[in-house]
């Protein structure tokens, strides 16, 4: 059976009316009920700036019977507190440290916007902002900053105005940024340890995650409180994973490790530090840093030293006498270097001021 290109052409039509259904309320009637918000209803927004595109939402008698505000929030700060009316509830979980609430009119209707933080116990629930449309045919965009990614707040979108008629209406979400739909689950690391392998460390911890984090990146300091990164592993969407990192280069005595979480959204967080003495075998010292075109070094016997740079390659050999010996470094340009005996051990660095 054939099918006549009317119903086709109203299949169609159909079909496009329901990528941006009109959504009666599509969010909760009251706190109680607040819906999650979902980006995919700004999806199709041409412009951000008005309702063009996107999902239209109704705020009107028939999807919100309850015209006055929720009390288990405190009242608007703006706006005219006798003028508001009709609120529909929404949460989102912070995707980073700011978002930006933005609603457009599909009618005539005076949009107010108000956010809070606070949890799902009525009365908990205190004002982190509040925003007022300029008129009946402008939208309203409400600011948030200093939020903390990943955990729940909560907002409500009312009608704000003398005449109830532009109270309820039409409106959309377009422009919206920074609502996500999900908890970022923080990384917990458990049996972070270090020890000394051969001529380096290795690094090992235990971890449990989600695939929305990014990266371990490790780090280490000499001093417990100025740490530098030295690698970077990926981190594995596993409930329990075991990493371990080998740091080629540490230096000589203590060596602290720590590891740094990196977030998909670009934040952070540390575990906590742990720490390994090293000794390399040989009996050698330096400074950290070289004295007018000078490394010193003090060893009790004769030994072969390796001078490399930073990345290990290596610059020059050198053979020392037992006791005090200077190195001249006038050759070399401004940066880090290392120092390690020909026979292994662990690396010492210095530094040669420019």
Wanted: hydrophobic share 40%; glycine share 12%; charged share 10%.
């Amino acid at each position: 059976m054939k099918t006549a290109p009317s119903i086709l052409l109203l299949l169609f039509l159909l079909a496009g009316a329901a990528s941006s259904a009109q959504v009666c309320p599509g969010g909760g009637t009251n706190f109680g009920s607040a819906v999650s918000f979902d980006p995919a209803w700004i999806y199709g927004c041409n412009t951000g700036t008005s309702c063009n595109g996107g999902v239209a939402f109704d705020n009107r008698a028939s999807c919100e019977p309850t015209t006055s505000l929720d009390a288990c929030a405190p009242p608007p700060s703006c706006g005219n507190i006798s003028g508001n009316g009709s609120d529909i509830w929404f949460t989102f979980y912070a995707a980073g440290p700011t978002a930006l609430i933005s609603c457009f009119q599909n009618t005539s209707l005076v949009l107010g916007i108000q956010a809070f933080n606070g949890n799902s116990t009525c009365g908990s629930l205190t004002e982190m902002g509040c925003a007022i449309a300029g008129g009946p045919s402008s939208g309203v965009q409400l600011h948030l900053a200093g939020l903390a990614a990943g955990k729940l707040y909560y907002f409500r979108i009312f009608g704000s105005s003398t005449p109830p008629s532009q109270r309820t209406g039409l409106y959309c979400f377009c422009g919206s940024t920074g609502l996500g739909t999900f908890l970022i689950l923080p990384v917990v690391i458990s049996g972070l340890a270090a020890q000394q392998v051969d001529n380096g460390v290795s690094v090992h911890w235990l971890a449990s995650s989600s695939n929305r984090h990014s990266s371990f990146d490790i780090e280490r300091s000499t001093d417990a409180i100025n740490f530098t990164a030295i690698g970077r592993l990926p981190i594995i969407a596993a409930a329990d994973h075991q990493y371990a990192y080998t740091d080629p280069l540490p230096v000589n005595g203590v060596n602290y490790y720590r590891i740094k979480n990196v977030y998909a959204n670009g934040n952070y967080d540390y575990s906590a530090t742990t720490a390994v003495k090293i000794n390399s075998g040989v009996d050698f010292s330096i400074p950290g840093y070289t004295v007018n075109g000078v490394l010193q070094v003090t060893t009790p016997h004769p030994t072969v030293l390796l001078l490399s740079d930073i990345r290990g390659k290596t610059i020059r050999r050198i053979s020392v006498p037992a006791g005090k010996n200077c190195i001249s470094t006038g050759q070399l340009i401004s940066g880090i270097y290392l120092l390690q005996s020909a026979d292994g051990g662990a690396a010492q660095k210095f530094f040669v001021p420019g």
